[in-house]
């Protein structure tokens, strides 16, 4: 609440500058906050005086906004788009369904693929498996399986992830020193070395 709106008799004020003024009546308040042309903002409302601030409430209102718009800038919003997919797909079906799974993918969505079993297609799902697993290799190179194929009641799904989602890991592990040569090996090479 700002200026007349406040109810309180008393409050404890708060100068624009950070300083305490005090606890005084809200006309005095009022006659503080006028006089240098800004507003009497309540902030703690709850606490006994409440709390009053002088400050400018449109600066106030543009800078809390600004912020907010600011957090959802960093928010990443990110779809999920549906891919599905059957045990009889033909060979263009597939590619067209992979050709849109890319697209989604380039654009930074993540993708539900989902084989769905119908009737007796439930006694060969290791059929559904294999087109599943040949699907997600070949969006390998612009995504990451962030779930492996799962059977769950009538249909298989996976999920894949954009790689502009996923945190690229430090290039700072370095790759094992290799194994000392083994005895044999050594000795192999002093005999070849001889002849």
């Given amino acids: 609440m700002i200026n007349e709106q406040i109810r309180a008799k008393e409050v404890r004020v708060i100068d624009g500058d950070g300083s305490q003024l005090g606890v005084m009546s809200v006309k005095d308040a009022l006659k503080i906050a006028y006089a240098k042309d800004l507003d009497l903002v309540e902030i703690s409302p709850n606490s006994d005086p409440p709390v009053c601030r002088v400050m400018d409430y449109g600066k106030y209102r543009f800078e809390r906004d600004k912020k907010e718009k600011e957090a959802k800038k960093k928010q990443q919003m990110i779809d999920v788009k549906e891919i599905q997919l059957s045990c009889r797909i033909d060979t263009h079906d597939f590619e067209t369904k992979l050709k849109h799974a890319r697209r989604f993918l380039d654009a930074g969505n993540k993708v539900k693929v989902c084989v769905k079993f119908k009737g007796r297609e439930m006694a060969h ?21 962030e779930k492996q194929p799962v059977l769950d009641g009538r249909q298989m799904i996976m999920f894949i992830n954009s790689k502009q989602n996923v945190p690229q890991q430090a290039s700072s592990k370095k ?11 050594k000795s192999e090479k002093t005999d070849k070395a001889e002849e």
């Fill in 125 to 145: 799902t290791s059929i559904g498996q294999e087109i599943i697993t040949k699907f997600g290799d070949a969006c390998l190179d612009i995504g990451v399986i």
């Fill in 175 to 185: 790759k094992a020193p290799k194994a000392a040569e083994s005895t044999q090996e």
